[in-house]
């Protein structure tokens, strides 16, 4: 229970923190203030991005194999959907700047995000 209350509000916090730090740049505050609060964003979404990736790979040890599996076949599934269509519709409306690292970063990103939220969030997976 104090693990998932814990989650709740590293991720309420997050939300908070991204609509403050969209707000400091969208209107272009410049003071020391900003500054400091922008870099601990970044550390603070760092920190959120490698948490989830343990609570992920922890989760999905406790979690029946079965669910495991079907995760892991989505992820390739997505990923390779995702890398096509992206690389797709780079050739078609920018073909002169097609970027293979941004597009395989972005298709693993959305695809892991996808796949494996269940295994993350549920806890009817555990059993």
């Known amino acids: 229970m104090k693990k998932v209350l814990f989650m709740r509000i590293l991720n309420a916090l997050f ?21 400091v609060f922008l870099a601990g964003y970044v550390f603070f979404t760092f920190f959120m991005l490698i948490s989830v990736f343990f609570v992920t790979l922890i989760n999905a040890r406790k979690s029946k194999w079965v669910h495991v599996r079907k ?30 690292l941004r597009n395989f ?16 969030y549920s806890k009817e997976l555990k059993r």
């Open 15 to 35: 939300i908070v923190a991204t609509m403050i730090s969209i707000f400091i740049i969208y209107k272009k505050i410049d003071t020391n203030g900003s500054f």
């Open 105 to 120: 970063s972005t298709s693993l990103g959305f695809s892991f995000g996808i796949a494996f939220f269940d295994i993350t």
């Open 71 to 100: 995760s892991i076949l989505r992820f390739i599934i997505l990923f390779i959907v995702f890398s096509i269509s992206n690389y797709a519709f780079d050739f078609f409306i920018r073909p002169e700047k097609i970027d293979l």
